[in-house]
């Protein structure tokens, strides 16, 4: 197997595996609750994402840099509330 992506916490390896099993990916999520081991472990203890099928692998770093910059995008444009017209700035959560 091959790592494809270190992800910051848990919440966005599943995000990204999820999203890539979507687009026909398989990837295993390992080193997903080794959070609870902190202080224990080293430092450097990310969930990781590892490609089922190498032959993927160009493919899923493809996904995962689209669906990089789609979040850089969102998180830098003003956000519209539909119903009261209201606008957010980028910076603020919605």
């Known amino acids: 197997m091959r790592k494809l992506y270190e992800a910051a916490d848990r919440v966005e ?8 099993q979507e687009h026909g990916v398989a990837t ?22 590892w490609m089922v099928k190498e032959e993927q692998y160009n493919h899923g770093r493809w996904l995962i840099e689209a669906f990089e910059e789609n979040r850089r995008e969102q998180s ?14 980028p910076g603020f959560e919605r």
């Open 28 to 49: 295993v999520l390992l080193g997903d609750f080794l959070s609870g081991g902190a202080g224990e472990l080293p430092a450097n203890i990310f969930p990781a994402l």
């Open 13 to 20: 390896a599943q995000m990204l595996k999820d999203y890539l």
């Open 76 to 89: 830098s444009a003003t956000w519209r509330c539909t119903v009261c017209g209201e606008s957010i700035d």
